[in-house]
């Protein structure tokens, strides 16, 4: 059971949340569930699981260079790449790092075997267990690097669930790239909004991706302040269940602020957020 906790705007509450819903489901789960913090460009699960990270592992992409001795410049590495990171200027065949992929696409295809392909570090992998022995495994971008979808892709790969271990994803925020790497594959999707009209735009295109993607899911409405009928209205219209509604409370604010859970602010919210569990076991058919 794979559980993907995403927003389609950054500072709604996803963290605050999915670390919740761990913390939760690892007192009366065994084994814990595997947290897996995907927002690979600011990762801060961290920063409420405490984990104590003993591995590490380089992770990046191999990018093609060219033997400029054995190159004929014919053209046909730069014909295949459909991302414009190799390419043939006259007498010279130029690679652009920051565009390649990684697909291996043009060494396969040189006629001459002039590319050999380089590892070039991304980021790094790092796992270990956390509070309540969780095992926690994050993936952090190298500073300056654009792409975090291998970083995601390789992330996933590496850290593996036990058999029926339950998976809980915590997704960049947004609806781009990287957060397809993170959601998919997931049996369900827990979307984290505010009833703000930002909020409800960004929830349209982050169920678009939902739908897109095929897989079910449900609303978690943080800091509610009073109604806000057109964010209900939408869930209703898009058959979207809300799964439980956090109220805007100054307690909570300085509790996660402090590096705190919401079950660290209010014990309560443990059985709240084992009883949605529930029900997203049974809406994702796992029951
Ligand atoms: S396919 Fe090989 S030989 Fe042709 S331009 Fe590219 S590197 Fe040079
Ligand atoms: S490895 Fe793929 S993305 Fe990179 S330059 Fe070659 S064809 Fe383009």
């Known amino acids: ?13 996803k963290t605050t949340v999915a670390v919740s819903l761990a913390i939760s489901l690892a007192a009366e789960q065994s084994p814990p569930p595997l947290f897996l913090d995907c927002d690979v460009e600011a990762p801060n699960a961290h920063l409420f699981l405490h984990p104590s990270l003993t591995e590490q592992q380089d992770v990046g992409l191999l990018i093609p260079v060219v033997d400029e001795a054995k190159c004929t410049h014919c053209g046909k590495c730069a014909k295949v790449c459909q991302y414009h990171a190799i390419v043939v200027l006259g007498p010279k065949t130029l690679v652009f790092p920051q565009l390649c992929h990684g697909c291996g696409s043009c060494t396969a295809l040189c006629p ?11 980021g790094v992998l790092e796992r270990g267990a956390a509070l309540l022995g969780i095992p926690f495994a994050r993936g952090v971008l190298d500073v300056g690097q654009p792409m975090a979808v291998p970083v995601i892709r390789q992330l996933l790969a590496w850290a593996q669930p036990a058999p029926g271990q339950v998976v809980l994803r915590d997704a960049p925020p947004g609806t781009s790239c990287p957060v397809v790497a993170a959601v998919r ?9 505010e009833p703000t009209p930002f909020g409800l735009h960004d929830l349209r295109l982050a169920v678009q991706v939902a739908g897109e993607l095929g897989i079910p899911a449900g609303v978690i409405i943080n800091r509610e ?20 509604r956090i109220p805007f409370e100054r307690a909570i604010a300085e509790g996660v602020a402090r590096g705190q ?27």
């Open 1 to 13: 059971m794979i559980i993907t906790i995403a927003s389609g705007k950054g500072g709604t509450g």
């Open 112 to 122: 001459e075997a002039a590319i050999r392909e380089v590892p070039d570090r991304m």
């Open 185 to 193: 594959g997931s049996d369900y999707l827990l979307l984290v909004t």
């Open 225 to 244: 302040n009073g109604p806000y009928p057109a964010l209900d209205e939408f869930c209703a219209d898009h058959h979207l269940p809300v799964l439980l």
């Open 261 to 287: 859970t919401l079950v660290d602010i209010h014990p309560e919210y443990g059985d709240c957020f084992r009883q949605m569990f529930t029900q997203i076991t049974l809406r994702a058919g796992k029951e």
